[in-house]
Each structure stands twice: as C-alpha cells, then as structure tokens.
C-alpha cells in the first residue's frame, strides 16, 4: 500500500538517521528525499514462467542428444595414463566411453568458466572501487546535510512571511 501524502512529506522532512529508521529493511535506496514507487502490477504470465519454458527449449534436445551419444557409447574403454607401457599400463582408467565424453565437457565448461571469472577480475575491482567512492560521496553528503541544518537556540532567523514584524 502506498504511503499517504502525509507519510510522504514526514519521510522526506526528517533526518537521515530517523529516515533510516523509518525505511523498510528490504529498501536500500540512498536518496536524500524519494516517494516510494508502487511496484508494477504482475500478469499471469510472469518472468519466471518464461525463463522457465526458455530454459526447458534449450536444456530438453541437449538431453536427447546426451542420451542419444551415452546409448552409442556404451561400451568400455581403458584410457591410458602411461606413455611408456602399452601392454601394462601403470595407470589406467577402465570406463564406458560416454563417461570419458561428458567427463571432457565437464572439464571444458569448468575451465571456461574459471577464465571468463578472470577475465572479469577487472570489472568486479572497478565495481567494488566505485561502490566504496559512492558510499563515501553518500556518508558526505549526510555529513554536509545535518551540518547545514540551523539550530533554533544558536542563530537568530528571520520572521516567517505572514507574522506582523515582517518587513
């Protein structure tokens, strides 16, 4: 439910301690003075549904073809980590052939997977960089804000607009 336009003004109208207290814990927004926006309304046919049947149009043929190779490869292989003994080898692997197939696929999307997460190093350092000037650039901007606000007892101010002493 959305907030009155009460609520509204009284959230922008207080301190970034209190206005901190008064934010929902699953609201993480630093802007000074923002009214809350209404989430967008849901349809029957939501994003997870879709990534879903997305997910299961890639994921179903791939199956059939796995099946479809384990079937054809099924019988048993020895595969040879000895170069120098042919008849006996000192260590030796005896397996279907599928299992030495997906064990290589595995292997591939493995490797493939730790150099794209090191390729990426630079970006994640630049994000965690800029994440850290932002939250001082906010920690300021409070800083420069509660400072900037007058106290009553220490400063004379002005009458308002609509008392008799106004000039």
């Known amino acids: 439910m959305p907030p009155t336009l009460g609520e509204a003004v009284a959230y922008c109208g207080v301190s970034s301690q209190s206005r901190d207290a008064m ?16 989430a967008p309304a849901r349809t029957k046919i939501g994003e997870n549904t879709v990534t879903r049947f997305l997910k299961n149009l890639v994921l179903v043929p791939i199956a059939i073809v796995l099946v479809a ?14 170069p120098f003994a042919n008849a ?9 052939l599928f299992w030495f197939l997906f064990a290589g696929v595995a292997f591939g999307v493995f490797i493939g997977g730790v150099a794209s997460w090191a390729r990426q190093g ?10 850290r000037e932002a939250n001082r650039w906010h920690e300021e901007a409070d800083r420069l804000k509660i400072a900037s606000q007058p106290e009553a007892s220490s400063s004379a101010s002005l009458p308002a607009p609509g008392s008799r002493n106004a000039a």
Not at 23 to 38: F, G, H, I, Q
Not at 69 to 82: E, F, I, M, P
Not at 88 to 96: E, L, V, Y
């Open 23 to 38: 934010r929902p814990s699953n609201v993480r927004s630093r802007t000074l003075c923002a009214l809350p926006v209404p």
């Open 69 to 82: 190779l384990a079937v054809a490869n099924r019988h048993v292989v020895t595969l040879s980590l000895d």
């Open 88 to 96: 006996d080898p000192a260590i030796s692997i005896t397996a279907p």
């Open 122 to 131: 630079k970006w994640r350092k630049e994000a965690r960089v800029k994440r």
